[in-house]
């Protein structure tokens, strides 16, 4: 069983920076690719980044590009999403994702386990 632990969430300003992190357990985290998505009150849940096994290969929906950083550490079996010049809309719940089967996609139901999530919160 994959058990995932987000942290890092909180209340910032706009224009401000936050990075989650999501702990994942599981020998074999490095050929897992891994997710962020992200769900706002009221709102579907979205695709926020995605990272290959490697760290190589990346992803980021059009709305956090160039402000948000995909990344990982194989060795610690944790992601990481750095986020930059935050803005009010991006206040969301950020939930980790972990897809076992490498589908390199941005679609939730190709990820098999998810963390309980962290608020993200910016004030304007």
């Known amino acids: 069983q994959v058990q995932l632990v987000e942290s890092g969430g909180g209340l910032v300003q706009a224009g401000g920076s936050l990075r989650l992190s999501c702990a994942a357990s599981?020998?074999?985290?490095?050929?897992?690719?891994m997710g962020w998505f992200r769900q706002a009150p009221g709102k579907e849940r979205e695709f926020v980044a995605r990272i290959g096994g490697t760290g190589v290969s990346t992803d980021y929906a059009d709305p956090v590009k160039g402000r948000f950083t995909i990344s990982r550490d194989n060795a610690k079996n944790t992601a990481y999403l750095q986020m930059n010049s935050l803005k009010p809309e991006d206040t969301a719940v950020y939930y980790c994702?972990?897809?076992?089967?490498?589908?390199?996609?941005?679609?939730?139901?190709?990820?098999?386990?998810w963390g309980q999530g962290t608020q993200v919160s910016v004030s304007s």
């Open positions: 994702a972990a897809d076992l089967g490498s589908h390199g996609s941005r679609w939730s139901h190709d990820y098999d386990f």
């Open positions: 599981g020998r074999t985290f490095s050929y897992w690719n």
